[in-house]
């Protein structure tokens, strides 16, 4: 097992179950969580290190004690702090400010591993300008097409956006009016997960945000959420029936035979309520 570098790592405490794996097994095989919590001064909570590993917010103080006790050194704290405030960030503006201090620092650039996708998918107006412009003709008013959006979007928001698609190749002007260089965009394979779950996260507050509106007025919307028990082979059929289904979403927006006149955000999820026997031992 080989000493885990902090910049591998998108996740804070994926970070530090790999350090405690390397410690207790290559360094002090007698080291335990309970004596981890201890040298971080609470010799009266065993199970602090346990309770942080399984999602326990860490406070400023800790984060400190966590950068003295794994040994790291200036640039890597800097790292592994800006990692903490992406990981607990309560917002989607704080999310994403640490994003790009987690990018900036990372000595091991995600850019270099997915191209220009982080930059791409850090901010959500990227995205959604660049579904705008396939609603009606743009042929550079800012303003026009910022009031399309139910999003809060500025008219000088979406020129700037609009200079970092262009600098991508995601956007182009033909015969005078702007257009997305592709109709569709995928993911890919490349994408790191912790960029993806980023785009993810704002998507899904969009989503909280628009359900706190009352509907009167607005454009129509579709929620339905089911929760289901079911085995293991049963989960794996509904996976494979979401990705058919994302996929038949995608075809039907790129062969729809009228023009785009709307932006809608469609979101299919599957999520985690409990722990199968094999997690709890």
Do not use: A, K, M, N
């Given at each position: 097992m080989n000493?885990?570098?902090?910049?591998?790592?998108?996740?804070?405490?994926a970070w530090l179950a790999a350090w405690f794996a390397y410690q207790s097994t290559e360094v002090e095989p007698e080291l335990s969580k309970s004596e981890v919590s201890r040298r971080l001064g609470l010799p009266r909570t065993r199970s602090y290190f346990t309770d942080v590993l399984r999602g326990k917010i860490v406070s400023p103080v800790?984060?400190?004690?966590?950068?003295?006790?794994?040994?790291l050194n200036r640039t890597e704290a800097k790292y592994f702090r800006a990692l903490?405030?992406?990981?607990?960030a309560s917002d989607p503006r704080e999310r994403e400010e640490a994003f790009d201090d987690v990018v900036a620092l990372n000595r091991v650039p995600w850019a270099k591993a997915a191209g220009d996708s982080w930059e791409y998918y850090k901010d959500w107006r990227n995205q959604l300008v660049r579904a705008l412009l396939l609603v009606g003709e743009c042929t550079g008013d800012w303003e026009a097409l910022a009031q399309k959006s139910l999003l809060p979007i500025s008219a000088v928001e979406v020129k700037k956006t609009m200079a970092v698609l262009e600098r991508l190749g995601m956007v182009a002007q033909v015969d005078g009016v702007w257009k997305p260089a592709q109709p569709?965009?995928?993911t890919?394979?490349?994408l790191s997960e912790k960029i993806l779950r980023q785009a993810q996260m704002v998507q899904l507050e969009h989503i909280r945000d628009d359900l706190l509106h009352d509907s009167d007025g607005r454009p129509p919307r579709k929620v339905t959420t089911t929760l289901v028990s079911v085995s293991g082979a049963g989960l794996n059929r509904i996976l494979v029936r979401m990705d058919r289904l994302r996929s038949?979403?995608?075809a039907i927006a790129h062969r729809d035979p009228s023009p785009a006149d709307r932006v809608y955000l469609v979101a299919i999820a599957a999520v985690p309520l409990t722990r199968t026997r094999e997690e709890q031992s």
């Open positions: 000493d885990p570098i902090v910049y591998e790592f998108h996740d804070f405490r800790f984060v400190e004690r966590f950068v003295e006790l794994t040994e903490v405030r992406f990981g607990q569709s965009l995928s890919g394979t490349g038949e979403i995608r």
